[in-house]
């Protein structure tokens, strides 16, 4: 009997703690459940003035290609340049053999030498002949004969100053130099080969590289854009070509100018060619190179901007994380207008003052607590453009 007291108090005890536990229990895993702040960075959004610049791609090209030939045949001598080197003009290139051209030179200059002497002789029969004649005691045709001589030499002396002039060219085609400064490409021909038969051989290129040119395709709409809005009648050009070095990326930019706009619209593409003119003193950017060409259209209107990585994407819209006075990560709902790599325009969603989180948004969602740090100076949108020199022309 008291066996059976104990245990029916046991169970009432045992029932008594069990609600306990439970809550016990419950707070546990609530805190359990409850994540850290996660860190992130913020930027400011505010409405600022900054530069509008539009972004295309594009392909370099030299301001200037020759193409060195033979204009005279002949063996080649001596290659007078490294190649790849940077040659100014009149530099000495090539030297063909001149042997046949110094002789048809001598034998030309030798020829006109004859029929002076001979020409001289001529007048000297004429001046003997003409008072003669006038006196009627010699024939008037013997005079004429000497005058005809007189005439026929001195054409032939017109001929030979023109022979020895072409001699004369000819054999300075023997030396063929830069016709304009610039990079010099491999030699085609080697030393020993014979040029300049048939057509005209060609020996080598040179590439003047330096203003350069970027041609790029803008649509019509970019276009329309660009002439509607532009600050300035030739607008601020900016190439840009990505290199690897040392396992980092480095960008290098070369500055100028738009300076041509084709006429008329590419009906397969849609498109209109431009062409950037941009300084290359330095000859570190080659033709043929795949660049980004910016183009600064204003900097007058004022917007809302945000780093592109900023914005993600869903079904129902484009949208960013803010951080709420709670600390609580919201999500906003935008629309977006013109984007590039360094800024994408808000037009709808956000008025400015926004704490808009640029960082660790894999592990961001709706609602979730975050612990941010302001990182506008270093980071935000007017900091990356003064890093890529994108300010310059405004301030």
Avoid at 352 to 379: C, F, P
Wanted: aromatic share 6%; with cysteine; glycine share 6%.
């Amino acid at each position: 009997m008291g066996c059976i007291r104990f245990g029916v108090l046991l169970i009432f005890c045992i029932g008594l703690m069990l609600p306990g536990c439970s809550e016990e229990r419950d707070k546990a895993e609530t805190t359990q459940q409850a994540p850290p702040p996660l860190p992130v960075e913020v930027v400011i959004a505010s409405k600022d003035q900054i530069p509008i610049w539009l972004e295309f791609t594009g392909k370099t090209v030299a301001t200037k290609r020759v193409e060195i030939r033979a204009r005279v045949s002949g063996r080649l001598e001596q290659i007078l340049f490294q190649e790849g080197d940077f040659v100014e003009e009149g530099e000495t290139l090539f030297t063909l053999e001149k042997d046949q051209y110094e002789a048809t030179l001598a034998q030309a200059k030798a020829q006109l030498q004859q029929n002076e002497a001979t020409l001289s002789l001529a007048r000297k029969d004429v001046e003997r002949y003409e008072p003669l004649v006038a006196e009627e005691l010699a024939p008037r045709a013997t005079l004429e004969q000497y005058e005809a001589k007189v005439a026929e030499l001195e054409a032939a002396i017109k001929a030979n100053n023109a022979t020895i002039r072409e001699a004369e060219l000819n054999l300075s085609y023997t030396d063929i130099v830069a016709p304009i400064s610039g990079t010099i490409g491999r030699s085609l021909i080697d030393v020993g080969n014979i040029v300049g038969y048939g057509e005209p051989t060609l020996l080598t290129t040179i590439v003047n590289d330096n203003p350069m040119f970027a041609y790029f395709n803008p649509t019509e709409r970019q276009f329309q854009l660009m002439r509607q809005y532009k600050s300035q009648d030739k607008m601020d050009a900016r190439v840009t070509v990505r290199e690897k070095a040392d396992g980092l990326l480095k960008r290098e930019s070369l500055r100028g100018q738009v300076g041509f706009t084709d006429n008329k619209v590419d009906q397969q593409t849609g498109t209109i060619t431009m062409r950037a003119e941009v300084a290359n003193h330095e000859h570190t950017m080659l033709e043929g190179t795949f660049v980004y060409v910016e183009v600064m259209v204003t900097d007058r209107p004022s917007f809302i901007m945000v780093q592109p990585s900023a914005i993600q994407e869903d079904q129902r819209s484009s949208f960013v994380y803010v951080v709420g006075e709670d600390n609580l990560a919201k999500r906003v709902d935008i629309e977006k207008g013109y984007e590039n790599r360094h800024y994408a325009m808000i037009t709808k969603g956000l008025e400015g003052g926004e704490k808009v989180i640029v960082s660790g948004l894999a592990k961001v969602s709706n609602g979730r607590n975050v612990q941010a740090v302001d990182v506008t100076a270093t980071k935000g949108i007017r900091a990356q453009l003064a890093e890529s020199g994108m300010l310059e022309k405004t301030e």
